[in-house]
């Protein structure tokens, strides 16, 4: 009986630890434009984007805030939430921070 090798052992892929959850996030950049980027770790990313690593989206504008994080599955749910948020108009990005502002309001 074969086994298939893990997707770790492919050049370019990340072992993916069972259980764990991957991110979609929104940042804000200084200009107003809001990025989208997959992390398991969304604050730890957020501070590489600050500290100008991370995503050549922000040499031109820093990343002032992390304003939209959510929880996916996996990276491969993470990854296609990616696109289908990617593919919106910057009103209905600008929608899912509002709902995620709503939510961290203290009631």
Known sequence: MT???PSS?????????PGKPWFVYLVRAANGSLY??????????????QSG???????S???VALV???ACRDKGEALRQERLIKKL?????E??????SLLHQPH
């Open 89 to 93: 108009k910057k009103s209905a990005k």
């Open 36 to 49: 989208c980027g997959i992390s398991d770790d969304p604050v730890r990313r957020f501070a590489k984007h």
């Open 9 to 17: 052992d492919l050049p370019g892929h990340a072992a993916a630890e």
């Open 53 to 59: 690593k991370g995503a050549r989206f922000f040499l």
């Open 3 to 5: 086994t298939a090798k």
């Open 68 to 70: 939209y994080t959510e």
């Open 95 to 100: 929608c899912l921070v509002a709902s995620a």
């Open 61 to 63: 504008s820093p990343a």
